[in-house]
């Protein structure tokens, strides 16, 4: 995969969570380059969410 293919991979899945949590902000889904995990448990923390929950707003499809 490339650096492109993970931006845009990171962009939709940042437009996901916010739809989800509205109160996320840009900082709060800042992705250092190989921090996944470390970024999926930031916003579990923060939304008081279980890892599952946070994976399911990801992979569920956009609406709209």
């Given at each position: 995969?490339?650096?492109l293919e993970i931006q845009c991979d990171?962009?939709?899945t940042k437009?996901?969570?916010k739809q989800k949590w509205a109160m996320l902000t840009h900082n709060h889904l800042l992705l250092v380059e190989?921090?996944?995990e470390e970024s999926?448990?930031?916003i579990k923390r923060l939304m008081?969410?279980?890892r599952e929950a946070v994976e399911k707003a990801i992979e569920e499809p956009s609406s709209g």
């Open positions: 995969m490339t650096k990171w962009d939709i437009g996901k969570l190989g921090k996944r999926l448990g930031r008081v969410e279980t």
